[in-house]
């Protein structure tokens, strides 16, 4: 199993810029990828970016050039660097870590999510 700790959050005016970190403990070898979703108050929950184990990283569209996903300084964390915050960034942003486990002697892919942590954009 893989733990995951969503940190960074916090009340930012627009035009500021957060940074949010996602650590991971437990079986952390078996992490192929860690997202960060978003989901504001009566929204779907969405992917706003996404690294791979191999590094490879993907951004939604609307957030391509403002925002930035990186390993930290520690293998198993992983930042989110968000530049250009507006009032529609607020919202409760989450990690999700994608893992190739064996369970009973078989193959599973396993999602496991943090808590989630509150940001927030002020006009």
């Known amino acids: 199993q893989v733990q995951l700790v969503a940190s960074g959050g916090g009340l930012v005016q627009t035009g500021g810029s957060l940074r949010l970190s996602c650590t991971a403990s437990g079986n952390t070898d078996a992490i192929k990828s860690i997202g960060w979703y978003r989901q504001a108050p009566g929204k779907q929950r969405e992917l706003v970016a996404e690294i791979s184990s191999d590094g490879t990283t993907k951004y939604a569209d609307s957030e391509k050039g403002r925002l930035t996903i990186s390993r930290g300084n520690a293998k198993n964390i992983v930042d989110l660097q968000m530049t250009s915050l507006q009032p529609e960034d607020t919202a409760v942003y989450y990690c999700?870590?994608?893992?190739?486990?064996?369970?009973?002697?078989?193959?599973?892919?396993?999602?496991?999510w943090g808590q989630g942590t509150q940001v927030t954009v002020s006009s």
């Open positions: 999700k870590a994608e893992c190739a486990e064996i369970i009973f002697g078989a193959p599973y892919i396993s999602h496991y």
